[in-house]
């Protein structure tokens, strides 16, 4: 048995990660075409979550449907979990009855223990530290309308969140420069920023960030669950805000805009920026649900070798 589980893009090797973004290009072109098998029939998903989403539930459940299998919901309320059951427990059991598990949580020790009691694989659909599922969208998306993203240059501007240290992942196994325009205090990981120099830096003027970038990626400003501190980050992150007109001046001539969304309007975007020439987030949004179809069948066929 192949075990595998998907806490951060790490877990993949460089070449399984490529493989498995061009496997969501064709699932979406099968899925469009009618084409599609069912490689996963009679396989069913747990999904548990501890942080309420909207993509993240429409992606995962319509994918397993899609591959030809099922997908349970369970909130706090649905599980021991939210009782104060130990997270080992919960895991032992839960993994007998289903064939595999994707999480939305707070810490990511919370998933990682998960894990290492699972037996079943295990998927990240978002922790505090990592996000490593819209990565995966956002590379397919890129891989999509630009090709290989080897060698080009990545702004990120805004928060040094889940959403930016898997960016940092991304750089490392993509092979890509990425650009960090964060407000001193917003920083990601000293650890992560240590391991990935080579690639990754921080600067304190988006602008300067945005100077030839192929792809430009922001999120809101205060992320769930930092709604208290919202008034204080609007002030923090003034003048990081991502427009047509920052764009237009800085970036190169065919860059992209993406954001994961929820997106606030008038605040890290301009009123209009996700509908104009450079936004591919709906494409983005969308291809959660390919790409974590590809991921799906990868986890469940490496755990039946």
């Not at 996963?40 to 030809?68: D, H």
């Not at 997270?87 to 020790?109: K, L, P």
């Not at 530290?129 to 993203?149: K, N, V, W």
């Not at 992942?169 to 325009?181: K, T």
Request: glycine content about 6%; overall charge negative.
């Amino acid at each position: 048995m192949g075990l595998r589980h998907f806490l951060t893009l790490q877990d993949l090797t460089k070449t399984e990660l490529k493989s498995l973004l061009q496997r969501a290009v064709e699932l979406k072109q099968q899925h469009r075409n009618s084409t599609a098998g069912r490689p996963c029939e009679g396989k069913v998903l747990a999904m548990i979550f501890e942080k309420s989403s909207t993509r993240t539930r429409v992606s995962f459940e319509a994918g397993m449907a899609q591959l030809g299998g099922s997908a349970l919901f369970l909130s706090p309320n649905d599980t021991q979990l939210g009782r104060g059951e130990p997270v080992e427990d919960s895991a032992r059991v839960i993994s007998r009855m289903v064939d595999i598990i994707m999480i939305r949580t707070f810490g990511h020790d919370r998933i990682s223990t998960f894990a290492d009691y699972s037996s079943v694989p295990v998927i990240n659909a978002l922790t505090d530290e990592f996000h490593p599922c819209q990565l995966l969208a956002d590379m397919q998306t890129y891989l999509e309308h630009r090709g290989s993203i080897q060698g080009k240059k990545v702004a990120w501007v805004g928060d040094g969140n889940n959403m930016c240290q898997s960016y940092m992942n991304a750089a490392d196994m993509l092979d890509f420069e990425l650009i960090i325009a964060c407000p001193s205090g917003y920083e990601p990981s000293q650890t992560l920023l240590d391991r990935f120099s080579n690639r990754v830096s921080i600067v304190r003027d988006p602008v300067a960030a945005l100077k030839n970038a192929d792809l430009v990626v922001t999120d809101t400003w205060a992320s769930m669950d930092q709604e208290q501190e919202k008034k204080q980050r609007e002030k923090d992150f003034a003048g990081f805000q991502v427009n047509e007109a920052v764009m237009q001046s800085e970036a190169a001539a065919d860059a992209l805009f993406m954001h994961c969304l929820p997106a606030y309007r008038g605040l890290e975007i301009s009123e209009t920026m996700l509908e104009s020439k450079w936004s591919v987030v709906w494409d983005e949004a969308e291809n959660r649900l390919h790409a974590q179809k590809a991921l799906m069948e990868f986890l469940l066929a490496e755990a039946a070798k």
